[in-house]
């Protein structure tokens, strides 16, 4: 019923910036309630961010202040602004709905080096 793709994954340096997308395709009343989780080789998938129906969002600790969520309902599309990348960051990123029982994308590799 959904398919989510993530794009904008890459290597940078440390310090640097990654933007990544999320594109879902499908059924409207499925897509909602939109996050962004990561998972490092050897670790367990853990959770990056939120953007909920009314708009708020919430982060991980790891993460506030350097990462900005955002979504364009008119594209279907999710975003994840990246700043102030450090090597710890390095993960597969995946975006997932929280609609019809939760959706996930393939995932889209983010390496940082120092």
């Known amino acids: 019923q959904v398919q989510l793709v993530e794009t904008g994954g890459g290597s940078v340096q440390a310090g640097g910036s990654l933007r990544l997308a999320c594109t879902a395709f499908?059924?409207?009343?499925?897509?909602?309630?939109m996050s962004w989780y990561r998972q490092a080789p050897g670790k367990e998938r853990e959770f990056v961010s939120i953007i909920a129906s009314d708009g708020s969002t919430t982060y991980a600790d790891s993460v506030k202040g350097r990462f900005t969520i955002s979504q364009d309902n008119a594209k279907n599309t999710l975003y994840l602004q990246m700043n102030g990348l450090k090597p710890e960051d390095t993960a597969m990123y995946y975006c997932?709905?929280?609609?019809?029982?939760?959706?996930w994308g393939p995932g889209t590799q983010v390496t940082v080096s120092s």
């Open positions: 997932k709905t929280e609609g019809c029982g939760g959706y």
């Open positions: 499908g059924q409207a009343y499925c897509i909602h309630d």
